[in-house]
């Protein structure tokens, strides 16, 4: 952008230039009309270009920032998905620490009822 605005500063001076010896010397009217004519088409052509310029900076601008909407979107998605996962784990974790606590008990109900009992000793010695 600072290229375009020193190119629009530069026209405006060089036409303003033109102006001011326009009325200083009135020997060189006709010579600075055709210059000033020139110099304004010159900078009418510029100005178009670089409102081109500017649309086409505007159109790639919009589309980074759809691109930016999506990578956000999909953060977002992929953030509850590793939240969702990682509530999973934590709950499968308990489950299992539940279940192991309850076979250990069960094994020692096993392991007491066996021994309340009357069972041979080589059935004593049975593991579930």
Excluded: G, Y
Aim: glycine share 0%; proline share 2%.
């Amino acid at each position: 952008m600072c290229r375009l605005e020193s190119l629009m500063q530069s026209l405006k001076m060089n036409i303003f230039r033109l102006q001011t010896e326009k009325d200083l010397n009135p020997q060189k009217t006709a010579f600075l009309k055709d210059r000033l004519n020139a110099i304004q088409e010159e900078h009418s052509k510029d100005l178009k270009l670089l409102h081109l310029e500017v649309m086409n900076l505007r159109q790639q601008l919009r589309a980074v920032k759809e691109e930016e909407d999506k990578a956000q979107d999909e953060v977002q998605r992929l953030t509850a998905t590793l939240k969702i996962a990682s509530q999973t784990k934590k709950n499968a974790a308990i489950i299992e620490e539940e279940l192991k606590t309850t076979k250990r008990k069960m094994n020692l109900k096993i392991q007491e009822l066996l021994e309340m009992t009357s069972f041979p000793s080589w059935l004593k010695k049975i593991r579930f």
